[in-house]
């Protein structure tokens, strides 16, 4: 007999999942430990105060549309304290939703850091011990900041939610989702952006044309985007924080935040000493069905750094528990999965880029891809007269076949749109289903049923 027949590690997105859905249909006797606060990194620090400070940031540009359609409106001057008050009482009742969905759920709370012992054994942080039938590991990630001399003057992401005050000048390091969002996010604050990328173009991955149009609208809001330029040196001076730059200049900042990717949890736990395989970048090594080579041992969510994101973190620690726990063997499904990246304006993308669809079709000797794409200037900012405002719709398609193999969409509302998208292409659609569907009239995204000709074959 064990103490519990399920011992979550780590209560975010993935482990939550995990813990309800072994405990409230597998009828097993489940635990969760989590040394921080309940709901993670997703909850915490990470996409829910995100998004709340995307809307925040966008107020200024809607209130100038409110003017330009009639209405006698100025935004007037954002107070971050207030705002911020106002996060951490949403963030508090979040917290306590998700604690009380374990609560519910029949899932006892251990507020601990745990390690494993053995396989079949966990220890909190406080020594009590537990035997264990099956042990989840979805401790999640960090952010890092890379060695730099100086680097402990900058913050990261997770700072980001606790400013005592916003910034005049911010440095944003890093080209990816973070860095991205949070250089829109603190210009629509009305802080003087500078963002640093080492590579070419930001939002390495995404479809060239798609990033591309998202970093002309990010410079045209004001934000100064240096590619090819890393930090050399951080240094505290009277002003602030000086940078020097691999390109030799030196420049000012008051805050400087890096967003140069994330790192596994994976240490301090005992995994590797049990035999669980960790790999180069720190990840929890799993097989298909998210089991470690400890046969006990299952690890979900970003600790096994598959893709991490939120959903597909909650879609692994329900498949887990499905497998483990309800005898429904369930594999999650890492195939086409859409994700939005909520810069202004939002990028959403599902598929394969341009690039990815044109290098896999010649490996593979496949023949030509036809490219469908539609970039316009919406009647919403047009008539509020930001004229420089545009959309994309892009269709990224199989030419021998017809299927849709990417959609890229940018835009105000892309996240939302490529969600519904993404429920076609999942299905198989071709182009021709894309085209048998009528259009809805009028909104942005009924272009992506309406281009007729492919603006190129590649
Ligand atoms: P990303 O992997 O997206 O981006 C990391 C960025 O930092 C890249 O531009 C990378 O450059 C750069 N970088 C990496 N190492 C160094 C280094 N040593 N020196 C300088 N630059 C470096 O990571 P993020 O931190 O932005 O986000 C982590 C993950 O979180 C994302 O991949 C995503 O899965 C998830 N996320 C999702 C969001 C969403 O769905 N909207 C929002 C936020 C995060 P290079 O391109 O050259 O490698």
């Not at 399920?6 to 006797?29: D, H, M, P, Q």
């Not at 799993?286 to 909650?314: H, K």
């Amino acid at each position: 007999m064990f103490d519990y027949d399920l011992f979550v590690i780590g209560g975010g997105s993935g482990g939550v999942r995990a813990a309800r859905i072994a405990s409230t249909e597998g009828g097993a006797k489940v635990a969760l430990a989590e040394e921080s606060r309940m709901g993670g990194t997703c909850v915490i620090r990470g996409c829910v105060p995100k998004k709340l400070m995307v809307f925040a940031s966008e107020m200024p540009e809607a209130v100038a549309d409110a003017r330009a359609y009639g209405w006698d409106a100025s935004v007037g001057v954002f107070d971050w304290g207030r705002f911020r008050g106002a996060l951490d009482v949403e963030l508090d009742r979040l917290e306590g939703a998700y604690r009380s969905t374990l609560l519910n759920a029949g899932v006892t709370i251990y507020d601990a850091r745990a390690a494993v012992v053995d396989p079949h054994r966990v220890r909190l942080a406080s020594g009590e011990e537990f035997s264990v039938k099956h042990i989840l590991v979805a401790t999640g990630g960090r952010p890092f900041v890379p060695e730099v001399p100086g680097g402990e003057l900058a913050v990261t992401s997770n700072e980001m939610f606790q400013l005592e005050a916003l910034p005049q000048r911010a440095l944003v390091v890093g080209g990816g989702y973070i860095a991205s969002e949070f250089a829109c996010i603190l210009r629509g604050l009305g802080v003087q952006v500078t963002m640093m990328y080492r590579g070419a173009a930001i939002l390495r991955g995404f479809d060239d044309e798609a990033r591309g149009m998202v970093a002309g609208a990010m410079v045209a809001r004001g934000i100064d985007i240096h590619c090819g330029v890393d930090v050399a040196r951080l240094e505290k001076v009277a002003g602030g924080i000086s940078v020097q730059g691999t390109d030799g200049a030196a420049r000012e900042f008051d805050l400087v935040m890096y967003a140069t990717g994330r790192k596994p949890n994976s240490g301090g736990m005992g995994l590797e000493a049990l035999g669980v395989g960790i790999g180069a970048r720190g990840q929890v090594l799993v097989d298909e069905w998210s089991q470690t080579a400890v046969p006990s041992i299952y690890a979900v969510g970003d600790v096994t750094d598959r893709i991490n994101l939120t959903p597909v973190a909650i879609r692994e620690g329900h498949a887990f528990a499905d497998t483990v726990f309800r005898g429904v063997p369930t594999k999650a499904d890492h195939e086409l999965v859409a994700s939005a990246v909520f810069t202004q304006p939002e990028l959403g993308s599902i598929g394969l880029s341009e690039q990815a669809a044109v290098g896999q079709n010649s490996a593979e000797g496949r023949g030509p891809i036809e490219i469908f794409s539609a970039s316009f200037r919406p009647m919403r900012s047009l008539f509020a007269g930001r004229t420089e405002a545009r959309v994309l719709m892009k269709l990224v398609v199989d030419q021998a076949s017809q299927r849709v193999l990417g959609c890229h969409i940018v835009g105000p509302g892309a996240g939302e749109m490529i969600q519904l998208a993404a429920i076609a292409i999942k299905m198989g659609a071709t182009k021709a289903d894309f085209d048998r569907t009528v259009a809805v009239h009028p909104t942005v995204s009924e272009e992506l049923v309406t281009m007729r000709k492919p603006v190129r074959v590649v």
